[in-house]
């Protein structure tokens, strides 16, 4: 079995990655073909979370244990199949590149190809630049810290919360499809 798994960020807007890998690959096989699509370095620190519909992330798949005195069962990459954890049209994951500032790709798997198999995994689909892999800390920080300060003091008239212009629809899940993948 095939499953098709496409990628995108938060951060750049017209990227888009869809990899087809077998179901029996690892999680390490996933994370090599990803970084090899986006061009980064295999060798950083990564996770994938396994995650429910609404994004909260539920399993963590790790490239090296780390926390041994954790309740939860540990999933090391290299010892996960696919399928172990992966097995519904829908699925959601994050890809978790970037530890010191926690920045993510967000996955869906789209498809699910039975009586398919793979050798290696193929990047099917790619659209746009990937953000870059790592970013400077203290930069990242100054940003967090400005956008804060910003919505901090940012002025609201009277007509803020009640404005005839606002529309409860706004906040619909149609507006999100970047986010959910409904495209």
């Given at each position: 079995?095939?499953?098709?798994?496409?990628?995108?960020?938060?951060?750049?807007?017209?990227?888009?990655?869809?990899?087809?890998?077998?179901?029996?690959?690892?999680?390490?096989?996933?994370?090599?073909?990803?970084?090899?699509?986006?061009?980064?370095?295999?060798?950083?620190?990564?996770?994938?979370?396994?995650?429910?519909?609404?994004?909260?992330?539920?399993?963590?798949?790790?490239?090296?244990?780390?926390?041994?005195?954790s309740?939860?069962?540990?999933?090391?990459?290299?010892?996960?199949?696919l399928?172990?954890?992966?097995?519904?049209?829908?699925?959601?994951?994050?890809?978790?590149?970037d530890?010191?500032?926690?920045?993510?790709?967000?996955?869906?798997?789209?498809?699910?190809?039975?009586?398919?198999?793979?050798?290696?995994?193929?990047?099917?689909?790619?659209?746009?630049?990937?953000?870059?892999?790592?970013v400077?800390?203290?930069?990242?920080?100054?940003?967090?810290?400005?956008?804060?300060?910003?919505?901090?003091?940012?002025?609201?008239?009277?007509?803020?919360?009640?404005?005839?212009?606002?529309n409860?629809?706004?906040?619909?899940?149609a507006?999100?499809?970047?986010?959910?993948?409904?495209?």
């Amino acid at each position: 079995m095939v499953y098709n798994f496409r990628i995108v960020s938060d951060e750049v807007e017209n990227f888009k990655r869809e990899i087809k890998i077998d179901a029996d690959a690892t999680f390490l096989d996933l994370k090599n073909a990803i970084c090899d699509a986006v061009d980064f370095d295999k060798n950083q620190l990564s996770s994938f979370f396994i995650c429910d519909d609404n994004w909260e992330k539920r399993q963590e798949v790790t490239l090296e244990e780390m926390d041994t005195s954790s309740d939860q069962d540990v999933y090391l990459m290299e010892d996960t199949l696919l399928s172990d954890l992966i097995d519904d049209e829908g699925q959601h994951l994050m890809f978790t590149f970037d530890y010191m500032t926690d920045r993510s790709f967000f996955m869906e798997m789209k498809e699910l190809i039975p009586g398919s198999n793979l050798m290696d995994p193929i990047c099917s689909l790619s659209l746009g630049k990937a953000p870059q892999q790592t970013v400077d800390l203290d930069e990242f920080v100054a940003k967090v810290d400005a956008k804060a300060a910003a919505a901090a003091t940012e002025d609201f008239d009277e007509d803020f919360y009640g404005s005839d212009s606002y529309n409860d629809d706004e906040f619909d899940a149609a507006g999100f499809d970047e986010m959910t993948f409904d495209q």
